[in-house]
């Protein structure tokens, strides 16, 4: 090969490359934007029929559009029409939710004394027969002891829900669960979670409402439970957090998300950056978390190894037998790993 036709070669081979990513980056502009409609659309009846002829239409404008650069503008400008379309879809509290997310908690801090309304505290027969029960609870911070850790786990190794527990020395732990608010007849779907369809929730609940309905009502939910090495003064300073984050979602939905505002990456979200954790894959990937907080030094651990100190925690066993229990929340710490506050 000459050497006039070797640099030719070279700027065909860059131009189809540069083709090739910008025809993939059109494709995913498109199926982006079909989702949007599929998930998003405002009329819910016609989701699927506007996603199916948007669709048809990325393809008509494929086929029938003269030249490339046409066709890639036209997807370009369809996409980006979706796009503000899309931004202005808004967060709401007022829609037909289900019981478990019906109310949003609050929380009034004077002074020592924390005020919980709408603490959630419900009576389980199952996993959907259940009485309602929307509390009003008092804590202290000088009685917060320290806190405990929950992983739920409901198929995938990969995938966990944390759930942190406050304890306290004068009253019950309270727990925190960041999860999506689902409307009646809604059903979470992992897609549908990259899109605007669910609100983000904080659940402040008791353990034996939020704990207690994965172990012993829930098919095929497991749940971890950890002692952290967080001091009192970390602890209350992650409780605020919490409690600030609690109002701010009850004064201002937000929507979820689930890569940037999940189960995990709230938590870490609610933080100052200066107080955040430095980031780890195990955040997204969060069934791996208390492995990585095992690795950091946050959970305490007797000196057991990682593999065994998780099998010692597993409580679904004692919740079931617990149960209706008054002392539920001591009775699922009873074993070496996990000591009664």
Request: with cysteine.
């Amino acid at each position: 090969m000459s050497q006039r036709r070797f640099p030719k070669l070279i700027r065909r081979t860059l131009r189809a490359l540069v083709w090739v990513l910008l025809w993939l980056v059109a494709t995913g502009c498109a199926l982006w934007a079909v989702g949007a409609f599929y998930y998003d659309f405002p009329w819910v009846g016609a989701r699927s029929t506007a996603a199916i002829l948007l669709a048809l239409a990325f393809v008509a404008a494929l086929v029938f559009m003269p030249g490339k650069w046409f066709k890639l503008g036209t997807v370009a400008a369809a996409f980006l029409a979706i796009v503000v379309w899309w931004s202005t879809l808004h967060p709401r509290n007022d829609r037909n939710w289900k019981p478990e997310v019906a109310q949003t908690g609050w929380a009034e801090v004077h002074d020592d004394e924390v005020v919980f309304h709408n603490l959630r505290k419900f009576d389980y027969r199952s996993e959907t027969d259940f009485t309602p029960r929307w509390e009003t609870r008092t804590v202290r911070l000088s009685q917060l002891t320290g806190l405990d850790l929950a992983i739920n786990y409901w198929g995938s190794p990969w995938m966990a829900h944390p759930i942190a527990s406050f304890q306290f020395a004068d009253s019950p732990p309270v727990c925190f669960s960041i999860e999506t608010r689902m409307e009646v007849g809604e059903s979470y779907s992992p897609i549908g979670g990259f899109y605007r369809r669910y609100e983000l929730t904080y659940i402040a609940a008791d353990e034996s409402d939020v704990m207690r309905v994965r172990t012993n009502f829930r098919k095929g939910e497991d749940i971890y439970l950890y002692r952290t090495t967080a001091s009192k003064e970390q602890a209350r300073s992650m409780f605020l957090d919490y409690v600030k984050a609690l109002n701010a979602i009850h004064e201002n939905p937000r929507w979820y998300n689930a890569i940037t505002t999940n189960c995990t990456t709230s938590i870490r979200n609610q933080r100052t950056p200066a107080q955040r954790s430095r980031w780890d894959w195990r955040m997204l990937l969060n069934g791996q978390a208390d492995e990585m907080l095992y690795e950091r030094g946050a959970l305490v651990t007797r000196g057991l190894p990682f593999a065994e100190l998780k099998q010692q925690s597993l409580i679904n066993t004692i919740a079931r037998e617990s149960n209706n229990a008054d002392d539920f929340t001591s009775r699922i710490r009873r074993s070496m790993t996990i000591p009664a506050p």
